[in-house]
């Protein structure tokens, strides 16, 4: 148990760098794409492409993710072949647990720790997601009609 805790912790920390890296690449690209951007050229078709952008980063990440762990999967011998050990890890980092391929009782744990990271890393790009996206919405002006309405409402309840 001790070692699959170590294996699991390493693991978790290579996961949480790969995350961290997908967000700080996305910050990075928001923040080039809004610099060439003028007051002129901000439209919703440029913020529904700036957020696909984002969406397809932070997927990508995950998936890699996924890969580490199923690469882990078969190192631990678990798993013989790939497309298993992604598709069992998939299963795991969503937290779908579907039950149809169970790890050894010497390596469940594995899959635990696994599905514990795929909560937190899908809430780290959660919340990335609705910061960038508020960020858009307010930068750009879109929609600001509809939320001063929203405003004036609220203040006229009070």
């Known amino acids: ?5 170590l294996i699991g912790c390493v693991t978790v920390f290579i996961t949480m ?16 794409v809004m610099s ?7 439209s919703k078709g440029r913020t529904t492409y700036v957020i696909s952008m984002m969406m ?11 890969a580490v762990w199923a690469l882990l999967f078969i190192q631990v011998g678990e798993f013989t072949d790939y497309a298993t050990a992604f ?7 969503s937290s779908l647990g579907y039950g149809d391929i169970v790890m ?4 469940r744990l594995l899959g635990a720790i696994e599905a514990s990271t795929g909560v937190l890393m899908f809430g780290l790009s959660a919340g990335a997601m609705l910061s960038i996206m508020s960020f858009l919405l ?10 001063d ?7 006229d309840q009070r």
């Open 1 to 5: 148990m001790v070692m699959n805790l």
């Open 17 to 32: 760098g790969i995350q961290i890296a997908a967000v700080v690449y996305l910050l990075q690209y928001l923040f080039k």
């Open 36 to 42: 060439r951007t003028d007051n002129r050229n901000r």
């Open 56 to 66: 397809t980063m932070l997927f990508v990440g995950h998936l890699v993710q996924v």
């Open 87 to 93: 598709y069992h890890s998939m299963v795991n980092f």
């Open 104 to 107: 050894s009782e010497n390596r």
């Open 138 to 147: 307010t930068r750009n002006g879109l929609f600001k009609d509809q939320l």
């Open 149 to 155: 309405e929203v405003e004036r409402h609220h203040q």
